[in-house]
């Protein structure tokens, strides 16, 4: 063989070699990136779960005081079952699905906030030790579930800008990664609520 073909040999064996690394690289960040979410819905999940966990406690607390507010507590229960009824594979996120998790949780939320509002008529349910724990359980828990969404966005964006880059798109568009949805605020969030004295 002459030398100019070696080395033209050698050339393109180098350009190949690159393309294989790089392409693994940037699928390897990829997956890395797509876990990471994966890792993040999973933190999300856990934080509805432990809310979901608390509404039993919660609801036979007040069942032993407000006794006219059995459609309310079957309200929270049936919203409970509803909420914990629905699981998605973090593989498979899509708006759909996001929207479908966001709105049974979004009924629990509604459902429990008219249990706390209907509690207001029990001054001795208010004053219980047990009740007041468990409200305070379930606040700090809505807090968790807030901290989550957004880290779970950020995540999320991290990714959906890693996939969406070029040239990391071709190796996206060949490997099949997908843009993850994000959270979304309730309807009726940008209006500030009315406060009357």
């Known amino acids: 063989m002459k ?18 690394m790089w392409y693994q690289g940037a699928y390897n960040g990829m997956v890395k ?3 990471t979410v994966n890792s993040q819905w999973a933190n999300v999940e856990n934080q509805y779960q432990r809310r979901a966990d608390l509404v039993p406690n919660l609801v036979a607390t007040v069942k032993g005081y407000a006794e006219h507010e059995q459609s309310t507590l079957e309200g929270v229960i049936e919203a409970r079952a509803k909420a914990t009824g629905v699981t998605i594979d973090p593989t498979n996120l899509n708006e759909q699905t996001m929207a479908q998790y966001q709105q049974v949780q979004g009924n629990l939320s509604s459902a429990l906030s008219r249990l706390l509002v209907s509690v207001e008529a029990y001054p001795d349910l208010k ?20 901290t989550e969404r957004t880290r779970f966005n950020e995540t999320a964006q991290t990714y959906n800008t890693l996939i969406r880059k ?23 969030a940008e209006t500030a609520p009315e406060v009357q004295f």
């Open 127 to 146: 004053a219980n030790q047990n009740f007041l724990d468990l409200q305070a359980q379930l606040e700090g828990t809505e807090n968790r579930i807030a």
């Open 3 to 20: 030398k100019s073909t070696l080395i033209t040999v050698g050339v393109i064996a180098v350009i190949i070699l690159g393309a294989i």
């Open 33 to 35: 990136a797509d876990e």
């Open 166 to 188: 070029f040239p990391n798109n071709i190796v996206a568009g060949m490997s099949g990664f997908q843009q993850k949805p994000y959270f979304k605020a309730e309807a009726g």
